[in-house]
């Protein structure tokens, strides 16, 4: 393990460390092991009551994972994968909450995560090259290198909404569940957002409630999980063929194996092939739906063919013709937006306790004491659920006050669109490393690969800084800028750019319209990484 120089510094004084960590997700978990590990002393932040990030947040019935349960979990440990056994194919929120805590445990994690603290002030002082860290409870701590695993999507939306407050009943946000859940029986529950939040909680709620009204803006794709109990055969495979399934997945679009994306192009094949290969794909359900040809991404007459099927698919299910066309999303290419993966719920829209509101012909006016009002009419309800999404990628960031050289915010830098080297460090941001920033493939990815391939390549850095003597790394301008030319680049040639989606912060007013993820898949990125360093760390300055 690489000699880490500044350790020596943790001991003179407990608010002197080598390596702060903000957030205990997946990311800050795997970074606190990885730098305890190579005996740099670290520790985390983090604003919740508890470890688990997404998981300890969203806890709304329905919660689970869009990706197969192997696929979504660490790799970086033999004896963790082989002797935790998932329960379902697809990972429920409780699930992965024990998981996380089993991971915690497992590796004695604990002890350096501070919970109950949010991390409002990161100051670069440059007399010292060291991070001047300040949190919500007053503390000061000072260390070398700040790794921000504060999460895609951790910034709740805040409802804007006129009259959102004077509601009097029960009002609740997926993104921020009461930890002992709710009990809706008989109860007039109105809920706001059909994304992947929505759809779940709908979806599981709908046969609790009294009534349940639906309120949507914009109708998603969404394509059946078939979850169920996981496969003994599929669970024995992966264990047996783990090594070579996880470098697949490395070395993947996306990071997950069972896409399966398909070579040929749609429109090259028949329309009997095209719909024996969406029917069989259909049924084998999840994220490989939209991975059966490879134009599918990036020709929208080839994406029309899959749009319309899966059309088709959710007018077959909904009884009501005109709610079935209600669902029917027309406006954008599918996938363009993260695919919602559910477990029936289009059928929820049989029910007769169901109703759906559409908000483009009615939109909302106002929320009142006593519901929703849209053009159309007044709804009353005893709870509503806000599943209105998330400041995703940038808001985390944005909500801690982050000072680099000279004073500059990086919210300031960031006015226009966030600005990355590899969408790991931003120029004029010394030893601030983000997990999964913006220029990186992140949340058009199976995370727990992204995330892994992040830490390693940060924890990697730091110890190369340690056995090198050297005290700081930075993005150069010049490479952060050719960066994000190229991210942008890849992302004009997609469909992704057609959608008014959280990708390109079009969900939250005002915010810069700029696509943040990097779209040339995982494998490709993890090359250009290892390129970079094995180039000298090319790109950056290091002194
Ligand atoms: P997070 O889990 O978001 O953790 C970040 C932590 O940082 C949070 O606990 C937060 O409280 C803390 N934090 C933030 N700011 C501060 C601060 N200033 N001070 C202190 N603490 C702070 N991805 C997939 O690949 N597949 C899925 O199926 C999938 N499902 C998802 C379902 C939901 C409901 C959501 C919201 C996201 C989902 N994602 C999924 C994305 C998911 O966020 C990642 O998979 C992964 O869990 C992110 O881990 P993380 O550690 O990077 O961030
Ligand atoms: O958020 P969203 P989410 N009035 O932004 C609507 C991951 N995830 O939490 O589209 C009325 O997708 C908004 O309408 P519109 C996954 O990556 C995964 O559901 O802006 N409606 C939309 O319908 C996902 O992509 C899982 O017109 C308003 C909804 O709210 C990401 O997290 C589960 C509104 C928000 O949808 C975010 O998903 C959950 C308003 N004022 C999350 N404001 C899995 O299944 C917003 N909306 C793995």
Known sequence: MPKSRPVEEA?????????????????G??????????????????????????????????????????????????ELEFDWQWTERYASQPELLKYINHVADRFDLRHDIQLDTRVTEAVYDETRDRWRILTDRGERISARYCVMATGCLSAAKEPDIPGAGSFKGETYSTAS???????????????????SSG?????????????????????????????????????????????????????????????????????????????????????????CVAAGYADLGVDKAANDTLAEFVGDKIRSIVKDPETAEMLVPKTYPIASKRLCVDTGYFEVYNRDNVSLVDLIATPIEAITPTGIRTT??????????YAIGFDAMTGALDRIDIRGRGGERLRD????????????????????????????????????????????????????????QLTTIEATPEAEQAWVAHVNEIADQTLYVQANS??????????????????????????????????????????
């Open 199 to 287: 759809i779940q909680t709908i979806t599981t709620i709908a046969p609790e409630v009294g009534t349940l009204t639906v309120f949507q803006r914009t109708p998603n794709f969404s394509v059946p999980a078939h979850n169920g109990p996981i496969d003994p055969a599929v669970a024995a495979d992966w264990k047996a063929n783990r090594d070579t399934y996880r470098q697949e997945e490395r070395e993947s679009g996306i990071g997950i194996r069972a896409l399966d994306p398909g070579e040929a192009l749609a429109l090259e094949a028949s329309p009997e092939e095209r719909r024996r290969v969406y029917e069989e794909r259909w049924a084998r359900g999840g994220f």
């Open 29 to 78: 978990l795997y970074m606190l092991h990885r730098l305890r590990a190579m005996g740099v002393s670290a520790r985390i932040y983090e604003a919740g009551s508890d470890i688990g990030g997404t998981w300890f947040w969203n806890r709304y019935p329905g919660a689970r994972v869009d990706i197969e349960s192997q696929e979504y979990s660490y790799s970086f440990s033999d």
């Open 502 to 543: 959280w990708y390109l912060g079009a969900n939250v007013p005002g915010k810069p319209r700029v696509f943040m993820p990097y779209p040339g898949g995982v494998g490709v990125y993890r090359e250009k990484c290892d390129e970079v360093v094995a180039n000298a760390y090319e790109g950056f300055a290091l002194t």
């Open 376 to 385: 159309a009419q007044d709804h009353e309800f005893d709870a509503i659920i």
């Open 177 to 195: 569940w009461p930890r002992d859940g709710v009990d809706f029986s008989g109860k007039r529950v109105g809920i706001i957002g059909t994304g």
């Open 11 to 27: 001991a003179k004084a407990p608010d002197m460390i080598d390596a702060v960590i903000v957030g205990a997700g997946f990311a």
């Open 413 to 468: 830098k960031w006015a226009a669109g966030p600005v990355t080297y590899l969408g790991l460090m931003a120029s004029g941001f010394p030893n601030l490393f983000m997990v999964t920033g913006p220029g990186s493939p992140s949340v058009l990815s199976n995370m727990m690969v992204s995330i892994e391939q992040h830490v390693d390549w940060i924890a990697d850095c730091i110890g190369h800084l340690g056995d090198h």
